[in-house]
């Protein structure tokens, strides 16, 4: 059996119709940049999230960018990060001219530890950025209360946990401000780049808006230096489809996580905590042979990925910022042992239960 990490000729068999619906809308009425869609988009999105505002921009990555300027970073501050992440997160630091400051991660989570927070904060510290890794929301009431004990805005990285819910509350209304990723296989993925910022403050989702656009909130007038980064037509046109199914497709990845909670317990692996905020972007497992699992997997016609195998602390990248080898141990552990299964809206019951028959054959080999 062949298991695809992401099969999208599933999802376009779901809601195809839709999609193609969208798109001729978009090209019958020939607007294509800060149209309607994207309007409608960004008022559905934030009702959804509970959010004030919404800002569509280009990607993630700008996402986050964009919402550490519009909260005041700057060349100088220090931004707080985890030091387990995809190194967006970090870049975006970069971006706004500020210098990451990582934070090991918890163990069982891998999301910013909030109890190592508070050592990390010195006077140029600006922001913390927690980032909701493989779909679990980040630890945000303890982070939020030491950030506002100092001072700080919390811009959260939720890149990874659309529709998640923390503590009755969605994410995108709970910090300062979010950053959202549409990357196409995110749990509402577009069909291209994109993202967005949610906020409940006015003047960030206005200053966000005007530095997407140019640095402009009126046509050829540029009060700021901005960038160009702003969500197009066709892609929120194409979100507004799937936003409609989120909950259902988040259901649907809960359900499949609990199989293999359930199926792959007491099988020699380390599973990840269950959690009812979880929206299961990503199922990661850890084992100290996990190259060895990932071999046979692939062997076995089953797609995984490995989330993420260099710390951004060791990335040539970023090696000017002097972390040595040891520097976050709990990061540097889930860089070496973690393993991404088949996860998502639309594996079938045969699939999952191909990957589990696998891996319970493959494991007890390499103990």
């Known amino acids: 059996m062949r298991v695809k990490w992401f099969n999208f000729a599933s999802e376009r068999g779901e809601i195809g119709p839709l999609l193609l619906e969208a798109y001729s809308r978009v090209m019958d009425r020939g607007e294509f940049i800060r149209g309607p869609e994207v309007q409608a988009f960004e008022h559905e999105y934030a009702a959804f ?17 964009l919402a550490l300027r519009a909260v005041g970073v700057g060349p100088g501050d220090e931004v707080i990060v985890p030091a387990h992440t995809f190194v967006a997160t970090w870049l975006a630091v970069t971006y706004a001219g500020a210098t990451p400051v990582p934070v090991d991660v918890g163990a069982e989570t891998a999301n910013l530890d909030p109890e190592r927070l508070q050592q990390a ?13 493989y779909g679990r929301p980040a630890e945000l009431d303890p982070v939020r209360e030491v950030a506002a004990a100092h001072g700080l805005r919390v811009v959260e990285d939720a890149a990874q946990s659309h529709g998640a819910v923390y503590h009755g509350k969605r994410v995108g209304s709970i910090a300062d401000v979010t950053a959202f990723s549409f990357y196409p ?131 040539p990248a970023y090696v000017s910022l002097g972390f040595g080898a040891g520097s976050f141990p709990v990061a540097e552990t889930w860089a070496r042992t973690e393993l991404s299964l088949p996860i998502s809206a639309f594996h079938t019951d045969a699939e999952q239960a191909y990957v589990i028959e696998e891996l319970t054959r493959v494991v007890p080999g390499l103990s």
Not at 52 to 63: I, P
Not at 121 to 133: C, E, G, M
């Open 49 to 65: 999230c509970g959010a004030c505002h919404c800002v569509g921009v280009g990607n993630g990555l700008d996402a986050l960018h």
């Open 121 to 133: 904060i010195t006077p140029r510290t600006k922001a913390v950025v927690p980032v909701d890794l």
């Open 185 to 315: 296989v995110k749990n509402l993925g577009a069909l291209g780049d994109g993202g967005a910022v949610t906020t409940n403050d006015a003047d960030i989702a206005e200053t966000v808006r005007r530095l997407g656009n140019y640095g402009s909130s009126q046509k050829y007038m540029h009060e700021v230096r901005g960038f160009n980064s702003r969500l197009d037509e066709l892609q929120a046109a194409f979100l507004r489809v799937k936003l409609s199914r989120l909950e259902e497709w988040n259901a649907r990845r809960r359900r499949m996580a609990a199989t293999y909670l359930r199926e792959l317990a007491g099988k020699g692996l380390s599973l990840p905590v269950d959690d009812p905020s979880h929206v299961w972007h990503l199922f990661a497992i850890s084992h100290d042979s996990r190259d060895r699992i990932r071999e046979a997997l692939s062997r076995a016609g089953i797609d995984t990925i490995v989330h993420y195998p260099v710390p951004p602390h060791r990335q």
